[in-house]
């Protein structure tokens, strides 16, 4: 864990970053789907698993793999007290994310600007979520607003 978020300027274009590993349970998926009325038979039926799924096992909706991973880079320090918002990307589904697969997030600097406010710039980031075979199951490319160095908290 960083502990302290890397301010605007401290983020050089082309480090990476990486998180911990997060075993995705049958617990995680059927509360996530609960929670948010995800009420498809994938998700829901486990005989309509065996029966239709390619997968053989419960599987995670993308959603859920991408709360996860934003959880993973929350608990690496990066954006803690630094992160100001979170002004949206682009995101795509690669593989799927099954009961008990492991994922991490490697999270590479790839673009930062100044903005017209002394106290933030806009920092672009490409987030590769790997599971534990190290095939990538979603990849995003995010932009957020970061605190510069000396704005206060």
Not at 35 to 41: I, K, M, N, S, Y
Not at 54 to 79: H, K, N
Not at 119 to 136: F, L, M, P, S, W
Request: proline letters at 2%; charged letters at 25%.
């Amino acid at each position: 864990m960083i502990g302290q978020g890397v301010t605007f300027e401290a983020h050089e274009i082309g480090a990476v970053y990486r998180t911990l590993g997060r075993t995705v349970s049958e617990t995680d998926i059927v509360t996530f789907v609960n929670l948010c009325g995800f009420t498809e038979p994938l998700f829901m039926d486990m005989e309509y698993v065996a029966r239709e799924s390619v997968f053989g096992r419960r599987a995670a909706p993308g959603a859920l793999t991408f709360a996860l991973s934003e959880g993973l880079i929350m608990q690496t320090g990066l954006i803690h007290g630094t992160g100001m918002a979170w002004l949206g990307g682009e995101l795509r589904i690669v593989g799927p994310v099954l009961e008990g697969d492991t994922i991490r997030v490697e999270v590479e600097v790839v673009d930062k600007r100044e903005t017209k406010k002394a106290d933030r710039g806009i920092v672009t980031y490409r987030h590769a979520v790997k599971n534990q075979r190290g095939e990538v199951v979603l990849e995003a490319r995010v932009q957020r607003m970061i605190r510069r160095a000396g704005a206060g908290a």
